[in-house]
């Protein structure tokens, strides 16, 4: 028997089907939550010095920024996933919960991002985390689809595997960029959010 004959049915097991996505969007809650912790400024000091405090914490406010925006991005992409799942199983939930594992790690690697943004190190762990939670995630969903637990067609999984493969260049951008001066590596992930970035996913979808 084939994986989707064996699999539970959505509309069969809607309840522990509804369950994985609950405890899913619960995770993102807490890894986007947890990106906060990062920012402090030390209790007690003078007015006048302030502002140099506050912008002492500017590597730290770029890495939440773009660790709040990334994990938004990963949440929408994820709850789009799962709204096309027709059936799931063991497998299923174990890449599921491979991907969650990954995206609790943002935190971490957001805060050393934030802490030694100007050293190779803190590049790399961030940049790494990152790729690995798209790497998982399109795996999860080729998996998925070849399985037959998903109704995502064709060109939207082309579509999918393009968008996966610009988000890993920018990053391995980011990692060759930190080698020369790794200050400049975090400005590289803004590509990520530049407008228009929808038409290079659909030239690149083509060619996939």
Known sequence: MTRAETARKRE???????RIVAFSDGVFAIAITLLVLGISIPKGIPADKLAHELWEEHEA???YAISFAVIGRFWVVHHGFFSQVTAFDGRLIALNMLYLGWIVLVPFSSQVLGEYGGEMPAVVVYSVNLMGIVLIGQWMSWDARRAGLTTIDAETAREGLARSAFIIGVFLLAIVVALFDPGLA?????????EGRSHVVQRLSRRV
């Open 12 to 18: 069969e097991h809607e309840v522990e089907f509804s």
């Open 61 to 63: 406010l770029l890495a």
């Open 186 to 194: 975090p400005f590289v992930w803004l590509l990520l959010f530049v």
